[in-house]
């Protein structure tokens, strides 16, 4: 193998840029985050040490805390859920359909779109028939007049209309990473297979699937840290309202740091966010190591 | 193994881009003074100045306005750069605030009046600028009792340039083909509120999703029951928010929403999307700050505008009083390396805005006393109006988020937003707020 006879000394050299930059841009602003939570602060005047009463007000004290990590919890298994359909949609394609490029890179569009455009493009769908709203016209028009609603001011309705534009806007994503993992799988499997009898459905359930579970996988992960920190639809959408209806942990951590001037107390929320991130990783990777392992 | 070595070495090359750009980033800045200091001319050093302000739109009037001083300033003075920060307000809030932790203020900046500002001069963030407003009788150019909203301890930390009122802005066509008659009491705004949805009319809009527009409409109602000066009576702790008068108020102002006096889905309107239902003749009423004056001129609805006073709830109150907007003012950081000229351009800023603000016909609700004559100027009907009602103010009171701190400020921002989605007893929402401030004001 080359890999011997590199030495320590050249490895930590190519290694060394990448971990200055994990270390400035990761590690240290985490150290900083968690220094801060332990103090009462605004951000501007005297720091004032509290201990961990930051902590204990925030999983004790707080009204909105619980519920916005409900929530968030909530929407990462939407987005789990979201996974299986992906890739059942990228089976079918590779399957029937001729050349399904074009139709992966149309699935693909919303998540190349700014999150910006697409909050405000999912408002007027959401606003209410009066004025115009998409969605609310189209029931009125098939006769369902008393579904409509104000979608997005209802408390009791708004959350899974975020929900639903963000598992939208990230469906075509999740395609198409499911679709490269199929893609990749051999041909030659497929064809011995095929002189073995196994054809169509059998031959997704004992080649297609196992052998996608790697890629599989990836999206999980991606999918679960990338609904525990959704900021930006919510923020765009509804900013967390009305009334804290819309409230995930990440708009709470700005809404206490910059609206109410609670730095340490903003600060405490992010350490729990980081926490979560890296137990719903190691969660995810121990999960699937087991059933990988029961595969072999 | 080929292909997994020319992937390593693009790696490498990507890592060293990275580490390189970094490099020359760092280079520019600080090799930036030395290229400046070899222009300087032997008497006067070449000083640049950072001036963040919150007047990002160019085709914007305040921005012109202040370009145009800027400009001047400029050519008056050439040893002197103005560099023009101009940021989105809420943009322009948070960068402040990670520029003050950071001790990295620019030179000139604008914060908001009152509370808002407390932490800042606390902080000692602030430069007193009382010797500036000395100088020339810059002092006496403001209208009285505004620069209260921004002293400390007898010491002016910043000077605003706007001083604002709320109004209800009213489609007079509207009101001709509804055949609705000005409000005179909350009662007349209840019903007409239901004539105008009878007739399938938006009667007010408020763009509830940034939470401060409901605030502002259910303070008016605070100030008519409750009397000028009640949050510093909260604050004093002479009163508190169990009181009958603050829980009538949110009463009243559930009475509104009940009638459906806002928009449809009010919560998921920003300030743009509610004001635009209105300029483009939409809606009936507009409950906003006479700032907005200047909107309405440049869209749809352009002649067709009145205001009105907000009227008064259950006979109660002097329709003369009005929510004061003292809007934000220009401060200079007090670490400035430049402080002596950071002064020299805040007075004269201050000291042509008046001039060149009436010149670009945006002088209706200036800090400061304006020369000139309006009608001659070619000003709008609705700005005549909004200066006529501006003489008959006879004080009133501010923002909520003015006067309490930005902690219980978030609660009460919450809980107004909350009353348009649910129908809780009011003593519930007064003691949401007692609750708040008893656990920040220790």
């Not at chain 1, 525990?228 to 409230?247: I, Q, S, W, Y």
Request: proline residues 4%.
């Amino acid at each position: 193998m080359h890999a011997a006879k590199i030495s320590k000394l050249t490895l930590s050299v190519f290694v060394l840029p990448c971990l200055i930059l994990y270390v400035v841009l990761v590690f240290v602003p985490i150290s900083v985050a968690g220094y801060y939570s332990l103090f009462q602060w605004n951000g501007i005047g005297e720091q004032l040490f509290v201990g961990f009463s930051n902590y204990s007000k925030m999983l004790t004290n707080d009204p909105v805390f619980w519920p916005s990590v409900g929530r968030t919890i909530m929407f990462a298994f939407f987005s789990m859920a979201e996974i299986p359909i992906a890739l059942l949609i990228a089976v079918l394609l590779t399957r029937y359909v001729r050349k399904p490029n074009f139709l992966v890179s149309s699935y693909f569009l919303p998540v190349i779109l700014s999150v910006v455009v697409i909050g405000q493009l999912w408002k007027s769908i959401y606003n209410p028939a009066s004025l115009g709203g998409l969605l609310n016209n189209a029931l009125d028009f098939v006769g369902l007049e008393s579904w409509t609603r104000t979608w997005l001011a209802d408390p009791k309705v708004s959350i899974f209309a975020l929900f639903f534009v963000s598992l939208w806007q990230y469906l075509g994503y999740h395609i198409l990473i499911q679709f490269t993992g199929i893609q990749n799988i051999s041909q030659e499997v497929y064809e011995a297979a095929k002189i073995d009898g196994a054809d169509g459905w059998k031959a997704d359930r004992y080649i297609t699937f196992p052998l996608v579970v790697p890629v599989f996988k990836i999206s999980m992960v991606l999918a679960v840290i990338g609904s525990l920190k959704v900021f930006d639809m919510v923020m765009v959408m509804t900013a967390g309202g009305p009334a804290h209806a819309t409230e995930v942990i990440s708009t709470l951590m700005y809404n206490k740091t910059f609206a109410a001037l609670e730095y340490g107390y903003g600060s405490a929320i992010s350490i729990f966010l980081v926490i979560e991130c890296l137990l719903a990783t190691v969660l995810l990777n121990k999960l699937f190591k087991s059933s990988e392992d029961s595969m072999e | 193994m080929k292909q997994a070595k020319r992937k390593s070495v693009l790696l490498f090359m990507f890592c060293l881009i990275l580490v390189l750009t970094a490099c020359s980033g760092n280079n520019g800045t600080t090799e930036q003074p030395d290229t400046t200091k070899k222009e300087v001319e032997p008497s006067k050093k070449q000083i640049t100045l950072t001036f963040q302000n919150h007047y990002p739109d160019a085709t914007d009037v305040q921005h012109k306005v202040m370009q145009q001083i800027t400009d001047d300033y400029m050519a008056a003075n050439p040893h002197i750069k103005v560099e023009v920060d101009s940021l989105n307000i809420d943009q322009q809030k948070i960068k402040l605030k990670t520029q003050a932790a950071s001790n990295d203020m620019p030179d000139i900046t604008v914060v908001n009046a009152a509370a808002q500002m407390a932490p800042f001069v606390e902080g000692g963030k602030l430069a007193s600028l009382n010797d500036i407003l000395e100088r020339d009788g810059l002092g006496e150019s403001f209208h009285s009792g505004i620069l209260d909203y921004y002293t400390f301890d007898d010491n002016v930390y910043a000077l605003p340039d706007g001083n604002n009122i709320a109004v209800i802005y009213y489609n007079k066509e509207l009101f001709e083909q509804a055949g609705v008659a000005i409000p005179a009491t909350y009662d007349d705004l209840i019903k007409a509120a239901e004539t105008f949805n009878s007739k399938k009319i938006i009667p007010m809009v408020v763009g509830e999703k940034e939470t401060w527009t409901g605030s502002y409409f259910f303070m008016n109602i605070l100030l008519r029951l409750a009397g000028p000066g009640y949050l510093n009576d909260v604050q004093n702790k002479t009163k508190d928010f169990m009181d009958p008068a603050f829980i009538e108020s949110v009463a009243k102002f559930r009475q509104f929403i009940e009638a459906k006096g806002f928009q449809e889905g009010a919560t998921s309107y920003d300030y743009d999307s509610a004001e635009s239902l209105f300029t483009s003749g939409q809606a009936a009423m507009y409950f906003m700050g006479t700032w907005a004056t200047g909107a309405m001129d440049e869209a749809d609805v352009k002649g067709k505008v009145g205001v009105f006073p907000f009227p008064t709830v259950d006979g109660k109150g002097d329709p003369n009083e009005y929510m004061l907007g003292p809007g934000t003012g220009f401060a200079l950081a007090a670490n400035s390396e430049h402080l002596e000229e950071a002064k020299d351009f805040l007075h004269y800023f201050m000291t042509n805005y008046p001039k060149v603000s009436f010149d670009f016909k945006n002088a209706v609700g200036v800090a400061q006393v304006v020369q000139g004559d309006f009608v001659q100027a070619g000003y709008s009907q609705l700005a005549i109006d909004v200066l006529d009602i501006f003489k008959q103010v006879k004080g009133g009171d501010i923002a909520f988020d003015n006067t309490m701190d930005p902690s219980t400020t978030q609660t009460h921002l919450n809980s107004i937003q909350n009353l348009f989605v649910s129908s809780i007893p009011p003593e519930d929402t007064a003691r949401e707020h007692q609750n708040a401030f008893a656990a920040n004001n220790q």
